[in-house]
């Protein structure tokens, strides 16, 4: 449509918008931008631009840049609630943390059925160690929507909060969701590491990396479960495999001299 001209006005900018959002999605973040960009030329009231622009610009790590954007669009259009959960998101990245959940509660005001920004709030509250009002908040995002990011997300909550039965629960549901997804194996397998159960934890690893054989924190905790039990060239070769994912990862380098094998 951009080609043949068939569209003008706010149609021809909401295309440019829609193409810049798929640029988006493709990391194809210059080329999204000039479509944005022109959006904007085209339509200078159009909301959905500044908050694609946005996104391009959290994705960059620029998020004061990020957060001017998702401003212009409330000015545009004050109930864009979308705009406030990535402004919301921009600003935890930040650390400014109060400001964010403030930005997702409105976002859930505006639309209550967006599970998003309450998942979004939930992170910030952790952020902040309110670990009461994020256990509410996934809590509330699991009874609607049990998801493996969902139970990974409560799971760290109670495994910072030292409550570790409750955290290997919640990754061992994560497991059940998706047991292709290598995130509930290897974090219930640091859980079971921390409770002593090295066993349980090298099996979790085991499974952990047949799903993401590039994780380096499994093939370390693997080596440190693995020299647990007493299986030294399983170790070595293990923290061996961190290293050659990760050179100088100081806590492979330290084991593997303690085995004697650096």
């Known amino acids: 449509m951009i080609e043949a001209k068939s569209e003008s006005g706010r149609k021809l900018a909401a295309v440019y918008c829609n193409r810049g959002y798929g640029l988006i999605e493709q990391r194809e973040y210059e080329r999204a931008l000039a479509d944005l960009d022109e959006a904007v030329r085209i339509t200078p009231s159009y909301a959905c631009s500044d908050v694609n622009r946005g996104r391009v610009y959290s994705l960059q790590g620029d998020f004061d840049a990020a957060i001017a954007q998702y401003d212009e669009a409330l000015n545009i259009d004050p109930r864009f609630a979308l705009a406030y959960n990535n402004r919301g998101d921009a600003r935890r990245h930040k ?130 479960a693995k020299m647990r039990t007493g299986d030294r060239q399983g170790a070595i070769a293990d923290f061996r495999k961190a290293l050659e994912l990760r050179p100088g990862l100081k806590s492979a380098i330290e084991s593997l001299k303690k085995l004697g094998a650096s």
């Open 95 to 224: 650390g400014d943390l109060d400001r964010a959940i403030a930005d997702f509660t409105e976002a859930l005001r505006l639309d209550p059925n967006d599970l998003t920004p309450l998942a979004n709030r939930g992170l910030a509250f952790h952020d902040k160690h309110d670990y009461t009002h994020a256990l509410t908040d996934f809590s509330a995002v699991i009874r609607v929507a049990p998801s493996v990011i969902a139970y990974i997300d409560r799971g760290d909550i109670y495994r910072d909060m030292e409550q570790l039965d409750r955290a290997e629960a919640d990754y061992g549901a994560a497991i059940k969701a998706d047991p292709t997804d290598a995130r509930g194996w290897r974090n219930r397998g640091l859980i079971r590491l921390f409770k002593g159960d090295s066993k349980g934890g090298l099996a979790d690893y085991d499974q952990a990396l047949r799903y993401d054989p590039a994780d380096v924190s499994s093939w370390n905790n693997r080596g440190q």
